[in-house]
């Protein structure tokens, strides 16, 4: 592709609202994911069991009938209803002022930089009153931290998966395309293997080969390696019938007649004609590892408790007649939603914006 | 063409062995096993363990193992359940009605809804119809099916005080009391179990099916049979519903296919969130209880299910599309 091809599939990327906005949550989303230390104003697995399903905080500029320019929160205190369960009421005896830059949690930053501040929270506290913006989990543990930490997983498992996916898929396809005949037709019998059982029945039969309890590396590699040994097969298959046409083509000839080897000839000649497919493929594949990881996790076969992955904290919404007292535990839904939708948009923009017929 | 249909379903027997093949050695490699309960159960003695491994040949390689069950399987006979304690095909029978009573469902609605929609949308297009269903499909399209029903689930829980809310189970398939009532206050409760799951997974099909469907009807309305047909003077109508319309719908049947993998997974995870006894639910207790006969008969079942959706596509297709028969 040229130079100018290149601009032009740009420009029309950049008139498509919808791949645009999806481009911007996905920047937004990114970003945090990368400073997770600094931007949820806990630690990962700081818990006040006191706080067990604290609603979120509720942010005031008033206190005792005063204005005030600083945001401030009140703590929750409980008391006990006629059913034993907790109900939480804000105790306006005493402020709490939020700010920025506060110090709290001593964690490391990508796991090398100490630091101690984070973007929020609240300042001068040595009650440990906590800032729950979106609600506390189970053992009160900040949602909005977890689910920031949770982006590590969810955000990132999509380019690993895609990664091996694509490696094996443009690889088989390729040479399944360009051999053809006997060859081709074996491998793609066997490809089609993958195929025949519905998607979440073989991950589940492959999640059984492994033990239940392991680290979540281990459960994350896992994850990974799963539902690319399903999403390959696919992949192959569409790869193979756009090799099998360029195979045809003069261009490959001419290549054979100077004496490129085979190998050279896919890797160099036809896999570069699939580029613009590819690269859609790759924006519309990614979704599939985030709700294959969430679908694992939130039937408690993935991502383990205390580490957090957006689907692993939506399980908290599994018991729906708990659902009901603290709602809030639907929030990363809306987050892998985003997300998902986010890439389905730029895939969409990316097809239209490559495709050289519109 | 008949050949031509049983050479295809016949390709998918060694193809079918060799994704239970696959299963087999991947349940095995699993540490621990379903006799670990018998094991550590004071009550069984370890020599009546020996033979039942002795019995179910646990105590051979994987490879022989695999050919037992071949064998088996042959006969008919898909092995015995150690969890659920009865025959796995006697489970699995009840659990496979359950799914593709939901899934059935899901599927005629899906189809009723999403073709007209898409055919409105391709001959509307850029009309404000069809830019609120292509944002309506976006949506629909990414949402996923597990968030969709724990957020219905939510609403109708919240709504238990009125009359609607209270009168909608959000789980289960039938009620506590199901067995005290009439025959036709059962059908009733059933239909009431349905409604949640078939808007789920009716919702999670419909958004794509009416992407591809209003896609397929622009591809056609643009080709130059369409323009002959307009030049000659036939009726607006009759050119899209007689000549473009037949046109567009066959890829759709091929499709039909696959979509029903897509729906019996994603009924799969449904199941399991709202405790639905079926196919999917079951494969993951089999899974956890590592009952190795339960899995393989659930993988069989899923993948038959699967290829007898891609038969039907093919039948409908030949039906529909004069040019196959040929």
Known sequence: MNMLANQRSLRKLLKHPLAVAGFFVLVFFYFIMAFAEFIAPYGFDNSKRDNSFVPPSRIHFVHDGHFSARPLIYPYSYTFNSYAERTYVEDKSKPYYLSFFAKGDKVKLWGIVPISHHLFGVANNPDNCRIYIMGADGV???????????????????????????????????????????LDSALMRFA???????????????????????????????????????????????????????????FVKAAKALGASDFRIIVRHILPQTLSYAIVAVTLTIPHYILGESALS??????????????????????????????????PGIFIFLSVMAFNFIGDGLRDALDPNR | MRDDLLRRTLIFVPQLLLVTFITFLFINMAPGDILAKYRFDP?????????????????????????????????????????????????????????????SFALIFTWFIAIPLGIFAAVKQYSWGDRILSFISYFGMSLPGFFLALLLMFGI????????????????????????????GQIWDHILHLILPVIVLTIGALASLQRIARGNM???????????????????????????????????????????????SGAALLEIIINWPGL???????????????????????????IIGNLIADILLVIVDPRVRS
């Open chain 2, 280 to 306: 999917g639910s079951l494969m993951l207790e089999a899974v956890r209880s590592q009952d190795t006969f339960l899995v393989m008969g659930s993988m069989l079942m899923g993948g038959i299910m699967l």
């Open chain 1, 298 to 331: 939130l039937i408690g076969l993935g991502i383990q408790d205390p580490q957090a992955s957006w689907g692993n904290l939506l399980s908290a919404a599994m018991n729906v007649s708990d659902i009901q007292y603290h709602p809030w535990v639907l929030i």
């Open chain 1, 192 to 250: 089609e293997c993958f195929m025949l059982i519905p998607s979440f029945f073989l991950m589940l039969a492959l999640r059984s080969a492994f033990p239940m309890k392991l680290s979540s590396t281990q459960v994350y590699l896992l994850i990974v390696v799963i539902i690319s040994f399903i999403e390959w097969a696919g992949l192959a298959r569409i790869i193979r019938g756009m090799s099998l046409s360029i195979a045809k083509q003069d």
């Open chain 2, 218 to 264: 622009l591809e056609e309305l643009r080709k130059q049979y369409v323009t002959t047909a307009r030049a000659k003077g036939l009726p607006e109508n009759q050119v899209i519903y007689k000549h473009a319309l037949r046109n567009a719908i066959n890829p759709l049947i091929t499709l039909f296919g696959f979509s029903f993998s897509e729906l019996l």
């Open chain 1, 140 to 182: 009160g543990r900040d949602l909005f931290t977890r689910i920031v930490y949770g982006s590590r997983v969810s955000l990132t498992i999509g380019f690993f998966g895609v990664a091996i996916t694509f490696l094996l898929g443009f690889l088989y396809g390729g040479i399944s395309g360009y051999y053809g005949g006997k």
């Open chain 2, 43 to 103: 009550r069984i003695s370890p020599a009546s363990v020996k033979e039942i491994e002795h019995k179910f040949h646990f105590d051979e390689p994987v490879m022989v193992q695999y050919g037992y069950w071949l064998v088996r399987l042959c006969h008919g006979d898909l092995g015995y359940s150690f969890s659920r304690e009865a025959s796995v095909s006697s489970v699995i029978v009840e659990r496979m009605g359950n799914t593709l009573l939901m899934s």
């Open chain 2, 157 to 184: 829980y919240s709504l238990s005080n009125t009359s609607f809310g209270a009168a909608i189970p959000i789980g289960g398939m039938v009620s506590p009391n199901h067995d005290q009532m009439t025959f036709f």
